[in-house]
């Protein structure tokens, strides 16, 4: 057997916010390797998995991660060795047991996902198939619709724009190639038009715009005037959909509007503002419109517009089959954002795509605010056919190497390549 894992070697790189981060390469006998890196979070869900970091104030502020680094060559690696990377399941059991906590606070999250990445990469490699491909086996040919985030507020940028993400959707384009262009030429339109009104066309973390408008509203006005500049019709060619990422702006039950300077709202005002947004604009997805402990609020709105629109939960269900358990009986969304990094392996990521699946809800993979060039979750998201990604704007290499590799996946798979949900 030449596919034995030799080595698990793992050190500190840094993500797209000049943060540190861990990146590990698992090598073969055989002469393979694969790596992987891991992200990192800025409006992180209570319930997740632990992210390890020093804490050493003079090194990188406390947030280096060389004990992550050392528990994966120290801890990690000597119980792997000799297995082979196909063994994912088992891999990744054997890493929950070492840790031996319910977050993952022992080894840290980022320590166990990067092995966990690596390893999966590395049996693609050693098959000689591509990731999607050994991940997805037959079902690996769905390209998804990407969500495009191009105005970014909330803790994404220095603004005062309350909600986290304004995202265009070109699902009318025929093929990802085609969304990809509707979506990146509405991005260039959109920094013509913020420029004419005098705005900035600085970008934030995940690359889309972050003016300071003077409210919600105008973000989705500028972005409908931008996707008709580029020739495209709102709410056939493209649609919009929000990311308010609620908790970063909620106190102790109310919604604090303080960006803006709107004033407070309660839950059921909350609702409101979503149902006038949702009447006003062509608004199909809206993600985390509430506080991640306001599950009430959370099936309220699920109800009242649940049969319209895309209710996604990010911080309430943290890729977490426990919390997205909890969402099925309370009818609390109809659809989860999937982030390796919330819940720390690829087998439990797994598990919670497949109770979305068996429930008939939508789920969406997607990257971190603080990215690495890793492309591991393009190959992700066509291989577990959801038919949706959020990978953030048309600008910032971190984002756009994602996109770059869904074009090469799309080109691969030629004829047999099906486009969205
Ligand atoms: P985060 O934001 O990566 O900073 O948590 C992304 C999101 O809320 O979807
Ligand atoms: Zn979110």
């Not at 632990?50 to 990188?60: A, T, V």
């Not at 079902?139 to 309350?162: C, K, Q, T, Y």
């Not at 809206?286 to 996604?312: N, R």
């Amino acid at each position: 057997m030449k596919d034995r894992i030799i080595s698990i070697e793992a050190m500190e790189i840094l993500d797209s916010r000049g943060n540190p981060t861990i990146r590990t390469r698992v090598s073969l006998e055989n002469g393979v390797c694969g790596t992987a890196s891991v992200p990192s979070g800025a409006s992180t869900g209570e319930n997740e998995a632990l992210e390890l970091r020093d804490g050493d104030k003079s090194r990188y502020g406390g947030k280096g991660v060389l004990k992550a680094v050392e528990n994966v060559n120290r801890e990690i690696a000597p119980e792997l060795l000799g297995m082979t990377p196909d063994r994912q399941a088992e891999i990744d059991r054997m890493m929950l047991k070492l840790d031996g906590t319910s977050a993952k606070s022992n080894l840290g999250a980022n320590a166990i996902l990067s092995v966990s990445m690596a390893t999966a990469a590395t049996a693609a490699k050693s098959h000689n198939v591509p990731l999607y491909a050994y991940l997805g086996g037959v079902s690996g040919f769905r390209l998804p619709v990407p969500m495009m985030n191009i105005i970014n507020g909330g803790e994404h940028a220095d603004n005062s724009v309350d909600l986290q993400e304004f995202m265009v959707i070109p699902s009318g384009a025929p093929s990802f190639r085609e969304a990809l262009r509707y979506g990146a030429e509405t991005f260039h339109a959109l920094k013509k038009i913020l420029q004419s009104k005098g705005y900035a066309t600085s970008v934030g973390d995940e690359g889309g715009f972050a003016p300071n408008l003077k409210s919600n509203e105008e973000a989705c006005e500028v972005i409908i005037e931008a996707i008709q500049a580029a020739g495209y019709e709102p709410g056939k060619d493209i649609f919009l959909a929000l990311d308010a990422a609620a908790s970063s702006f909620c106190n102790q039950g109310s919604y604090v509007f303080q960006k803006s300077g709107s004033g407070t709202k309660n839950s059921t005002e909350m609702l409101g503002f979503y149902g006038s947004m949702v009447e006003k604009y062509p608004i199909v997805s809206i993600e985390d419109p509430m506080d991640e402990h306001d599950w009430d609020g959370f099936s309220a709105i699920t109800k009242k517009l649940g049969d319209k629109i895309q209710i996604v939960g990010d911080d309430l269900f943290v890729t977490n089959t426990d919390f997205v358990r909890k969402g099925i009986s309370k009818k609390a969304a109809n659809a989860v954002l999937i982030k390796l990094n919330q819940i720390g392996t690829v087998s439990e990521t797994l598990a919670t795509i497949q109770l979305c699946q068996k429930s008939g809800w939508n789920y969406i993979i997607s990257h971190r605010s603080g990215e690495t060039e890793d492309t591991f979750m393009a190959d992700f998201a066509v291989a577990m056919a959801g038919g949706q990604i959020k990978t953030g704007s048309a600008s910032r290499s971190e984002r756009i190497a994602k996109y770059n590799r869904l074009l090469e996946i799309e080109a691969e798979l030629g004829e047999s390549a099906i486009f969205g949900s």
